[in-house]
């Protein structure tokens, strides 16, 4: 069976700073890969290669055996890759469930010439995208806040709002950049439940943190990347014990 995802010597460099260096990398579904590294060393901009919002500048990139490095952004999401950002990009004046309902991995609605040319179709997959929205909102303990709008919510409600949105996609591969970063108490640990259940269902997932208890308690393996290299993989605790991550991460 193939890899959900596949990477194959990806590099990338901007101006002089090597940011992908020769990239190796394969997921399989129901994996949960932590991807440990200090700031600057390309960890988003791996999920930004991966998502195609950026180009490689040497390399593949497989999703489920098919290439993606040929295909714009909007392909790519449409061929299974759903991300969560680092710096959330919500729209704070509208509504959770209209932040939700955008994010829908096709909202027919979007098109003017298929809502002229079927109307009907289009209503009902609103309906459906809909449904899915409040179903992931009621697994987050958020439904009551449908029609608040994400401006008045609080920050750890945010970063869920932004998890919700990647999920409207059935994508098998997911990419989380610090869902933890600045998320405590209840909204940490809907997070945390929320990654395990998508892992359990099948999910190829890939998370950015520097949480190490959220690390231990989710990721099945790690990478540790440093400038854009891969320096260390294996088992969580081998490699949050290592040498070099304690050296170069922690500073010790
Ligand atoms: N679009 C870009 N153009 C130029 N340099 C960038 C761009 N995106 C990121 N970088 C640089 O690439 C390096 C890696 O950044 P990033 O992937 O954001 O690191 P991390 O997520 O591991 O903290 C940094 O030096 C950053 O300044
Ligand atoms: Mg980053």
């Not at 390309?42 to 055996?65: E, H, M, Q, R, Y």
């Not at 299974?80 to 829908?104: E, P, Y």
């Not at 919700?164 to 950049?177: C, G, K, Y």
Request: aromatic share 6%.
């Amino acid at each position: 069976m193939s890899a959900v995802l596949s990477i194959d010597k990806l590099n990338k460099r901007f101006g002089g700073v090597v940011v992908a260096d020769d990239i190796d990398l394969q997921l399989g579904a129901g994996e949960v890969l932590g991807l440990i590294g200090p700031n600057g060393a390309g960890k988003t901009t791996l999920f930004n290669l991966i998502s195609g919002v950026i180009a490689a500048d040497a390399g593949n990139i497989s999703l489920g055996g098919k290439r993606l490095d040929s295909l714009p952004v909007y392909r790519r999401a449409r061929h299974g890759v759903a991300r969560t950002w680092q710096h959330m990009r919500l729209f704070n004046s509208m509504s959770v469930l209209d932040n939700l309902l955008i994010a829908a991995s096709s909202y027919p609605g979007e098109s003017f010439w298929r809502l002229i040319a079927a109307g009907g179709s289009v209503k009902a997959a609103e309906a459906r995208n809909r449904e899915k929205a409040h179903a992931i909102l009621t697994r987050m303990g958020l439904a009551p806040l449908a029609h608040t709008n994400v401006a008045d919510i609080t920050f750890g409600q945010q970063k869920l709002i932004g998890m919700a949105r990647a999920l409207m996609s059935e994508s098998p591969l997911l990419l989380l950049d610090e869902p933890m970063a600045g998320v405590e108490g209840s909204a940490y640990e809907t997070m945390r439940q929320i990654v395990a259940e998508e892992a359990a269902s099948g999910r190829a997932i890939c998370v950015v943190e520097h949480n190490v208890s959220f690390i231990r308690a989710l990721c099945t393996s790690a990478i540790f990347m440093v400038r854009g290299r891969i320096i260390e993989r294996g088992g969580v605790e081998a490699l949050l014990e290592s040498r070099a991550l304690a050296e170069l991460y922690f500073g010790k």
